[in-house]
């Protein structure tokens, strides 16, 4: 089984900064890919970014160049470090592990409790 702990979430004006952290506890025989989504009121959960076990990253075009997503693999924790918020951001962040490869007991998928963010203009 794999656990996620979201924090770091919280209000900020527009063009700050937050830095969310997701805490896994998983089974060490389990890799996953790891990754963000936000849901805003109203609004469908959407993807924000993502990193497998070797460190590539991808991002949705709308947090490109603001948003950085990083790991430590020692840690089981996931970053993601926002930057030049906009009001358009705020959402509850949510931590997802998708399973990459592992035994047959590893859990396939998993998602963190979701943290808050907000930002005002």
């Known amino acids: 089984q794999v656990q996620l702990v979201e924090s770091g979430g919280g209000s900020v004006q527009a063009g700050g900064s937050l830095r969310l952290i997701c805490a896994a506890s998983?089974?060490?025989?389990?890799?996953?890919?790891m990754s963000w989504h936000r849901q805003a009121p109203g609004k469908e959960r959407e993807f924000v970014s993502g990193?497998?076990?070797?460190?590539?990253?991808r991002y949705a075009d709308s947090v490109k160049g603001r948003f950085t997503i990083s790991q430590d693999i020692a840690k089981n924790t996931v970053y993601l470090q926002m930057d030049s918020l906009k009001p358009e951001d705020s959402a509850m962040y949510y931590c997802?592990?998708?399973?990459?490869?592992?035994?047959?007991?590893?859990?396939?998928?998993?998602w963190g409790q979701g943290t808050q963010v907000t930002v005002s203009s």
């Open positions: 998983k089974n060490r025989y389990c890799t996953y890919y």
């Open positions: 990193i497998d076990s070797a460190g590539r990253s």
């Open positions: 997802n592990a998708q399973l990459a490869y592992g035994v047959t007991s590893c859990t396939s998928n998993s």
